[in-house]
């Protein structure tokens, strides 16, 4: 499966459209690490743990749209874009979406 | 009378530790962030980062690949108290100004990072995502996500 965030695959042609897919995951933050991160507040500095957690569920996320695409017989995904939301206080949304595509 | 006035100290003393145990921390981290930024941003074999939507037309066509790169930093307890303070008066909160700079160039620098070790030359369409992550109150920044995204263009020898 090829990702790109362009519209376009360079030296490849496009032969089926198959429409918008999508993926994404609700991760909340853990205890251990949000103590961690209440000393954090006090020094400053990068929160390891946070950018960890927030990767994982991105690749998450991604993965599950991987697969929409792959169930389409799809052979590329273009125009990716990510987005983020706090739905609930220690808590976010991670969602990725973008066109699933056939290659020739 | 005394007990009141230790009831007085106690939190003020506390407070007056983490402001200064915050600031000189603070001041520390931010400068060796800059200067490890500052190194990596001048290397002379850096990948390059184009916020242009499509890469020229070149022969033979490149491989290309998603890349990201992402990073959660968090103000000290001087740079919220000072901030705090600022909110009352308004006007420029420079503390949070170079909290973010150095979050997005982070973000930037592991993207191209990420690039190099494809053995990519460039980067294109590249998106910026800020999200704050806020502590029990959500309208304060006390911590700040920023992903950097695009298209590495890989040349095919």
Excluded: W
Excluded at chain 1, 78 to 99: K, W
């Amino acid at each position: 499966m090829l990702l790109t965030n362009l519209e376009v695959v360079p030296g490849r042609r496009i032969v089926a459209h198959y429409g918008l897919v999508q993926g994404s995951t609700v991760r909340a933050k853990h205890v251990g690490r949000d103590i961690a991160a209440s000393f954090k507040n006090v020094f400053g500095g990068e929160l390891k743990g946070y950018t960890e957690l927030l990767n994982d569920s991105r690749e998450e996320a991604t993965a599950r749209m991987v697969a929409q695409a792959q169930a389409m017989g799809a052979n590329a995904i273009l125009n990716i874009r990510f987005a983020t939301s706090s739905v609930a206080v220690g808590a976010a949304e991670l969602f990725v979406y973008g066109t699933a595509v056939a290659l020739e | 009378m005394e007990i009141f006035l230790i009831q007085l100290i106690g939190p003020l003393a506390i407070a007056g530790v983490l402001l200064t145990v915050g600031f000189f921390s603070g001041r520390y981290l931010e400068k060796k962030h800059y200067a490890s930024i500052i190194a990596r941003e001048t290397a002379p074999d850096q990948v390059m980062v184009f916020a242009t939507r499509l890469p020229p037309p070149e022969l033979p066509a490149p491989a290309t690949q998603l890349v990201s790169g992402s990073v959660v930093i968090s103000a000290d307890y001087f740079k919220r108290f000072i901030a705090g303070l600022r909110m009352l008066i308004g006007g420029r909160l420079n503390t949070y100004e170079s909290l973010l700079d150095r979050a997005r160039r982070e973000a930037i620098l592991r993207m191209q990072e990420e690039a190099k070790a494809l053995g990519a030359t460039q980067i294109f369409n590249v998106k910026l995502e800020t999200m704050s992550i806020g502590g029990r109150n959500p309208n304060s920044i006390s911590c700040l996500e920023v992903l950097a995204y695009g298209t590495a263009i890989i040349p095919r020898n």
